[in-house]
Protein backbone atom coordinates (compact mmCIF):
# COMPACT_ATOMS: atom_id res chain seq x y z
CA UNK A 1 0.00 0.00 0.00
CA UNK A 2 1.01 3.61 -0.55
CA UNK A 3 2.83 5.76 1.82
CA UNK A 4 -1.08 7.56 2.74
CA UNK A 5 -3.37 4.72 2.52
CA UNK A 6 -2.99 2.85 5.84
CA UNK A 7 -5.83 4.20 7.90
CA UNK A 8 -7.73 4.40 4.99
CA UNK A 9 -7.10 0.88 4.17
CA UNK A 10 -7.62 -0.27 7.93
CA UNK A 11 -11.49 1.40 7.93
CA UNK A 12 -12.14 -0.26 4.62
CA UNK A 13 -11.15 -3.40 5.30
CA UNK A 14 -12.21 -3.55 8.93
CA UNK A 15 -15.70 -2.56 7.19
CA UNK A 16 -15.23 -5.27 4.82
CA UNK A 17 -14.50 -7.99 7.71
CA UNK A 18 -18.06 -6.79 9.32
CA UNK A 19 -19.71 -6.95 6.32
CA UNK A 20 -18.58 -10.78 5.51
CA UNK A 21 -19.03 -11.37 9.29
CA UNK A 22 -22.01 -9.79 10.44
CA UNK A 23 -22.66 -12.62 13.38
CA UNK A 24 -19.44 -12.28 14.76
CA UNK A 25 -17.44 -8.65 14.09
CA UNK A 26 -18.91 -5.52 14.77
CA UNK A 27 -17.07 -2.32 14.11
CA UNK A 28 -17.37 0.75 16.45
CA UNK A 29 -16.13 4.43 16.81
CA UNK A 30 -14.55 4.50 20.06
CA UNK A 31 -13.29 8.44 19.21
CA UNK A 32 -11.83 10.92 17.23
CA UNK A 33 -8.76 12.44 16.80
CA UNK A 34 -7.90 15.86 17.05
CA UNK A 35 -7.57 15.80 13.21
CA UNK A 36 -10.74 14.03 12.58
CA UNK A 37 -9.37 10.63 12.21
CA UNK A 38 -11.82 8.24 13.77
CA UNK A 39 -9.95 5.26 16.58
CA UNK A 40 -11.87 2.26 15.58
CA UNK A 41 -12.61 -0.94 17.51
CA UNK A 42 -13.48 -4.49 16.31
CA UNK A 43 -15.60 -5.99 18.45
CA UNK A 44 -15.00 -10.12 18.24
CA UNK A 45 -17.38 -12.09 19.43
CA UNK A 46 -20.65 -11.34 21.59
CA UNK A 47 -20.69 -8.40 24.49
CA UNK A 48 -22.27 -10.72 26.26
CA UNK A 49 -19.44 -12.94 26.68
CA UNK A 50 -18.03 -14.10 30.18
CA UNK A 51 -14.15 -13.05 29.53
CA UNK A 52 -13.29 -9.75 27.38
CA UNK A 53 -9.91 -8.83 26.48
CA UNK A 54 -8.03 -5.83 25.07
CA UNK A 55 -6.06 -5.39 22.26
CA UNK A 56 -4.59 -2.13 21.80
CA UNK A 57 -1.98 -1.58 18.83
CA UNK A 58 -0.16 1.74 17.42
CA UNK A 59 -0.39 3.79 20.58
CA UNK A 60 2.78 5.22 19.15
CA UNK A 61 2.71 6.60 15.31
CA UNK A 62 5.99 4.60 14.04
CA UNK A 63 5.22 1.52 15.56
CA UNK A 64 2.15 1.05 12.51
CA UNK A 65 3.72 -2.30 11.81
CA UNK A 66 1.16 -3.68 14.33
CA UNK A 67 -1.65 -2.78 13.15
CA UNK A 68 -1.17 -4.77 10.28
CA UNK A 69 -0.77 -7.55 12.99
CA UNK A 70 -3.73 -7.21 14.60
CA UNK A 71 -6.00 -7.21 11.24
CA UNK A 72 -4.11 -10.36 10.25
CA UNK A 73 -4.86 -11.88 13.75
CA UNK A 74 -8.45 -10.46 13.14
CA UNK A 75 -9.00 -12.00 9.56
CA UNK A 76 -7.17 -15.19 10.89
CA UNK A 77 -9.70 -15.46 13.79
CA UNK A 78 -12.73 -14.92 11.70
CA UNK A 79 -11.65 -17.15 8.87
CA UNK A 80 -10.36 -20.70 11.01
CA UNK A 81 -10.97 -20.64 14.78
CA UNK A 82 -15.37 -20.06 14.45
CA UNK A 83 -14.87 -21.47 18.09
CA UNK A 84 -12.97 -18.81 19.37
CA UNK A 85 -15.43 -16.49 20.37
CA UNK A 86 -18.01 -19.08 21.97
CA UNK A 87 -17.10 -17.59 25.94
CA UNK A 88 -14.70 -14.73 24.77
CA UNK A 89 -15.03 -11.56 23.16
CA UNK A 90 -12.02 -9.40 21.77
CA UNK A 91 -12.05 -6.06 21.74
CA UNK A 92 -9.04 -5.02 19.38
CA UNK A 93 -8.05 -1.24 18.72
CA UNK A 94 -6.27 -2.25 15.86
CA UNK A 95 -4.65 1.85 15.42
CA UNK A 96 -4.99 3.40 18.79
CA UNK A 97 -3.05 6.69 17.42
CA UNK A 98 -4.17 7.16 13.92
CA UNK A 99 -2.71 10.79 13.79
CA UNK A 100 0.47 9.74 14.92
CA UNK A 101 0.83 6.87 12.09
CA UNK A 102 0.33 9.86 9.50
CA UNK A 103 2.49 11.80 10.61
CA UNK A 104 5.55 8.59 10.52
CA UNK A 105 3.85 7.66 7.35
CA UNK A 106 3.31 11.28 5.42
CA UNK A 107 4.97 13.57 7.41
CA UNK A 108 3.01 16.46 8.94
CA UNK A 109 1.54 17.09 5.00
CA UNK A 110 -0.81 14.48 6.00
CA UNK A 111 -2.43 16.19 9.02
CA UNK A 112 -5.19 18.41 7.40
CA UNK A 113 -5.56 21.56 10.26
CA UNK A 114 -3.43 24.37 9.98
CA UNK A 115 -3.41 25.08 13.47
CA UNK A 116 -2.02 21.36 14.25
CA UNK A 117 0.56 21.19 11.43
CA UNK A 118 1.53 24.98 12.67
CA UNK A 119 1.91 23.34 16.36
CA UNK A 120 3.78 20.15 15.15
CA UNK A 121 6.51 22.37 13.56
CA UNK A 122 6.96 24.00 16.83
CA UNK A 123 7.45 20.36 18.26
CA UNK A 124 10.29 20.03 15.56
CA UNK A 125 11.76 23.14 16.88
CA UNK A 126 11.47 22.57 20.41
CA UNK A 127 13.33 19.43 19.99
CA UNK A 128 15.91 20.81 17.47
CA UNK A 129 16.46 22.93 20.22
CA UNK A 130 16.64 20.54 23.17
CA UNK A 131 19.15 17.98 20.72
CA UNK A 132 16.52 15.73 20.33
CA UNK A 133 16.26 16.17 16.51
CA UNK A 134 18.54 16.95 13.82
CA UNK A 135 17.93 19.10 10.70
CA UNK A 136 16.65 16.50 8.44
CA UNK A 137 12.69 16.65 9.13
CA UNK A 138 11.94 13.75 7.21
CA UNK A 139 13.38 11.53 9.20
CA UNK A 140 12.11 13.57 12.97
CA UNK A 141 8.74 12.98 11.27
CA UNK A 142 9.60 9.18 10.27
CA UNK A 143 10.04 8.34 13.96
CA UNK A 144 7.30 10.47 15.36
CA UNK A 145 5.67 9.11 18.13
CA UNK A 146 3.32 11.30 19.77
CA UNK A 147 -0.12 11.73 18.74
CA UNK A 148 -1.20 15.22 16.66
CA UNK A 149 -0.88 17.27 19.79
CA UNK A 150 2.98 16.07 20.63
CA UNK A 151 1.38 13.79 23.59
CA UNK A 152 3.26 10.72 24.20
CA UNK A 153 0.27 8.46 24.62
CA UNK A 154 1.65 5.88 26.35
CA UNK A 155 2.88 8.60 28.78
CA UNK A 156 -0.87 9.77 29.17
CA UNK A 157 -2.20 6.98 31.11
CA UNK A 158 -3.43 7.73 35.33
CA UNK A 159 -0.56 5.42 36.71
CA UNK A 160 2.61 7.26 37.88
CA UNK A 161 1.80 10.33 35.64
CA UNK A 162 2.41 12.84 38.17
CA UNK A 163 5.97 11.44 39.07
CA UNK A 164 6.84 11.16 34.97
CA UNK A 165 9.25 13.27 34.29
CA UNK A 166 9.66 13.20 30.33
CA UNK A 167 9.18 16.29 27.89
CA UNK A 168 8.81 19.56 29.24
CA UNK A 169 6.54 20.35 26.63
CA UNK A 170 4.81 18.90 22.92
CA UNK A 171 7.42 16.46 21.53
CA UNK A 172 7.82 13.46 19.27
CA UNK A 173 7.94 11.43 22.26
CA UNK A 174 7.93 11.48 26.15
CA UNK A 175 5.25 14.39 26.34
CA UNK A 176 2.71 13.24 28.92
CA UNK A 177 0.42 15.69 28.50
CA UNK A 178 -1.66 18.73 30.03
CA UNK A 179 -3.09 15.84 32.50
CA UNK A 180 -3.89 12.24 32.84
CA UNK A 181 -6.09 10.90 30.07
CA UNK A 182 -6.06 14.07 28.18
CA UNK A 183 -6.33 12.84 24.87
CA UNK A 184 -8.98 11.00 22.35
CA UNK A 185 -6.90 8.29 21.92
CA UNK A 186 -6.78 7.56 25.82
CA UNK A 187 -9.89 8.05 26.50
CA UNK A 188 -10.89 5.27 23.43
CA UNK A 189 -8.84 2.66 25.59
CA UNK A 190 -10.21 3.32 29.10
CA UNK A 191 -13.99 3.56 27.69
CA UNK A 192 -13.77 -0.39 26.80
CA UNK A 193 -12.46 -0.79 30.30
CA UNK A 194 -15.41 1.22 31.66
CA UNK A 195 -17.98 -0.90 29.75
CA UNK A 196 -17.10 -4.51 29.62
CA UNK A 197 -15.10 -6.21 33.01
CA UNK A 198 -11.93 -6.81 30.93
CA UNK A 199 -9.87 -9.94 31.69
CA UNK A 200 -7.17 -9.01 30.29
CA UNK A 201 -5.06 -6.17 28.12
CA UNK A 202 -2.77 -6.50 25.42
CA UNK A 203 -0.72 -3.81 24.20
CA UNK A 204 1.31 -4.36 21.15
CA UNK A 205 4.40 -2.41 20.85
CA UNK A 206 7.94 -2.31 18.79
CA UNK A 207 10.44 -3.45 19.38
CA UNK A 208 12.82 -5.68 21.18
CA UNK A 209 11.41 -9.20 21.08
CA UNK A 210 10.49 -8.92 24.59
CA UNK A 211 7.19 -9.54 26.67
CA UNK A 212 6.82 -6.94 29.50
CA UNK A 213 5.30 -7.98 32.38
CA UNK A 214 5.50 -7.03 35.92
CA UNK A 215 4.45 -3.81 36.65
CA UNK A 216 4.59 -3.64 40.31
CA UNK A 217 1.95 -5.53 41.77
CA UNK A 218 1.77 -8.41 44.09
CA UNK A 219 -0.09 -11.61 45.59
CA UNK A 220 -3.11 -13.44 43.45
CA UNK A 221 -2.81 -10.27 40.29
CA UNK A 222 0.60 -11.18 40.02
CA UNK A 223 0.44 -14.74 39.65
CA UNK A 224 -2.18 -13.95 37.51
CA UNK A 225 -0.18 -11.52 35.49
CA UNK A 226 3.00 -13.88 35.51
CA UNK A 227 0.59 -16.76 33.85
CA UNK A 228 -0.54 -14.47 31.35
CA UNK A 229 3.30 -13.44 30.32
CA UNK A 230 4.02 -16.98 30.50
CA UNK A 231 1.11 -17.79 27.86
CA UNK A 232 2.02 -15.14 25.54
CA UNK A 233 6.16 -16.08 25.55
CA UNK A 234 5.03 -19.98 24.76
CA UNK A 235 3.45 -18.77 22.03
CA UNK A 236 5.10 -16.09 20.54
CA UNK A 237 8.81 -16.87 22.28
CA UNK A 238 9.89 -13.96 23.02
CA UNK A 239 11.27 -13.27 26.88
CA UNK A 240 9.55 -12.12 29.28
CA UNK A 241 11.15 -9.21 31.11
CA UNK A 242 10.01 -7.51 34.36
CA UNK A 243 8.87 -3.67 33.79
CA UNK A 244 10.02 -3.20 37.20
CA UNK A 245 13.58 -4.85 37.15
CA UNK A 246 14.05 -3.10 33.57
CA UNK A 247 13.12 0.23 34.69
CA UNK A 248 10.66 1.23 31.74
CA UNK A 249 9.20 4.71 32.37
CA UNK A 250 5.77 4.82 33.94
CA UNK A 251 2.47 6.31 33.21
CA UNK A 252 1.61 3.11 30.02
CA UNK A 253 -1.15 1.50 29.36
CA UNK A 254 0.01 -1.34 30.76
CA UNK A 255 1.10 0.22 34.24
CA UNK A 256 -2.57 1.31 34.49
CA UNK A 257 -4.46 -1.60 33.95
CA UNK A 258 -2.66 -3.40 36.24
CA UNK A 259 -1.78 -1.12 39.35
CA UNK A 260 -5.05 1.15 38.85
CA UNK A 261 -7.52 -1.43 37.94
CA UNK A 262 -6.03 -4.63 39.16
CA UNK A 263 -6.75 -5.93 35.33
CA UNK A 264 -3.26 -8.52 34.21
CA UNK A 265 -1.75 -7.07 31.34
CA UNK A 266 1.38 -8.02 29.18
CA UNK A 267 3.40 -5.28 26.83
CA UNK A 268 4.80 -7.10 23.69
CA UNK A 269 7.31 -5.54 21.96
CA UNK A 270 7.41 -7.23 17.83
CA UNK A 271 10.37 -6.70 16.07
CA UNK A 272 13.82 -6.29 16.69
CA UNK A 273 14.92 -3.32 14.19
CA UNK A 274 14.54 0.33 14.81
CA UNK A 275 10.99 1.77 14.39
CA UNK A 276 9.11 2.05 11.49
CA UNK A 277 10.13 -1.41 11.15
CA UNK A 278 11.14 -2.34 7.39
CA UNK A 279 8.55 -5.04 6.54
CA UNK A 280 11.16 -7.11 5.66
CA UNK A 281 10.60 -8.02 9.64
CA UNK A 282 6.58 -8.77 9.26
CA UNK A 283 6.39 -12.36 8.33
CA UNK A 284 8.78 -13.19 11.76
CA UNK A 285 6.31 -11.00 13.62
CA UNK A 286 3.34 -12.86 12.13
CA UNK A 287 5.00 -16.03 12.40
CA UNK A 288 5.74 -15.53 16.37
CA UNK A 289 2.03 -13.80 17.07
CA UNK A 290 -0.27 -16.11 14.89
CA UNK A 291 -1.86 -17.97 17.56
CA UNK A 292 -1.82 -15.66 20.11
CA UNK A 293 -5.18 -15.28 20.23
CA UNK A 294 -6.51 -18.60 19.60
CA UNK A 295 -4.59 -19.16 23.23
CA UNK A 296 -5.83 -16.72 25.04
CA UNK A 297 -9.27 -18.34 24.45
CA UNK A 298 -8.40 -21.70 25.36
CA UNK A 299 -6.89 -19.64 28.15
CA UNK A 300 -9.58 -18.01 29.87
CA UNK A 301 -12.69 -20.39 28.72
CA UNK A 302 -10.95 -23.27 28.88
Not at 48 to 66: C, D, F, K, P, T
Request: net charge negative; aromatic share 10%.
Amino acid sequence: MSEACLYEWLKEKLNQLAYRYPERLRVAVRAVTADGREILEAVLGSTRSEYHVLIQASIHGREYMNTLLAVQQLEDALKYYHGLTERVCFHVLPMTNPDGVVISRQGIGGIRHAGLRKELEQCYLNDLCAGKADKDRGEYWKRWKANARGVDLNRNFDSGWRSFQGASMPSADHYKGPYPGSEPEVEAILSVAEEYPLACTLSYHSSGNVIYWDYGCGGELLERERKLARLAGRVTGYEQVSSIQDAQDAAGCSDYFVLERGIPSVTIENGAGECPLSMEEYPAIWSANRFLWPALARFFAG
